[in-house]
Nanobody, 123 residues
């Protein structure tokens, strides 16, 4: 059973930066993908960024491209999301997710989820 635990959320001013972490435990494989999603109040959960565990190939939503960066530390089984130039519209609960298989942007395709961490961008 894969378990995911996020950390690193908080309150930041517009233009600021935060780094989210996701500790991964349980079995992984060469066809393991991981991603970050977010959900704001009254909105559907949306894909933010994804990564293939073995090769480290990455994919980003257009809304965060050039501002956010996803990465992983294989030795420590940790996934990161570096968020720069944050905007108020980035405020949401951010979730780490994992799945066996190809990387997709549809939240329903991902069976493993962390508990979420709140990110608030406000002055």
């Amino acid at each position: 059973q894969v378990q995911l635990v996020e950390s690193g959320g908080g309150l930041v001013q517009p233009g600021g930066s935060l780094r989210l972490s996701c500790a991964v435990s349980g079995p992984t494989s060469s066809r393991f993908a991981m991603g970050w999603f977010r959900q704001a109040p009254g909105r559907e959960r949306e894909f933010v960024a994804g990564l293939t565990w073995r090769l480290g190939s990455t994919y980003y939503a257009d809304s965060v491209k050039g501002r956010f960066s996803i990465s992983r530390d294989n030795a420590n089984n940790t996934l990161y999301l570096q968020m720069n130039s944050l905007k108020p519209e980035d405020s949401a609960v951010y979730y780490c997710a994992a799945r066996y298989g190809v990387l997709t942007t549809t939240s329903q395709d991902w069976p493993y989820w962390g508990q979420g961490t709140q990110v608030t961008v406000s002055s």
